[in-house]
């Protein structure tokens, strides 16, 4: 999930929702860049700044397990 923020209100009186609801997405966003099931195979849609845990075993990007990213199409252990 990647954080885009919305327009912010034109309304003063509307920006402490606005600031809730934006919050509560960055959360969101953070949430699902750090929680990494551990994979077993390469993904099926490998994206540039896509971030996966290899297993090591099954799947190993080259490094063994661990964190890695794709950049530009190769995946790069962090």
Known sequence: ??????????????????????????QAAFNSVHSHDILHAEPDRPEDGMIVYADGTDWNPGSGEGLYERNN???VKL
Request: net charge positive; proline share 17%; no cysteine.
């Open 73 to 75: 199409g190769a995946w």
């Open 1 to 26: 999930m990647k954080y885009a923020p919305a327009p912010p209100p034109k309304n003063p009186d509307d920006l402490s929702a606005y600031l809730a609801r934006e919050f509560a997405k960055i």
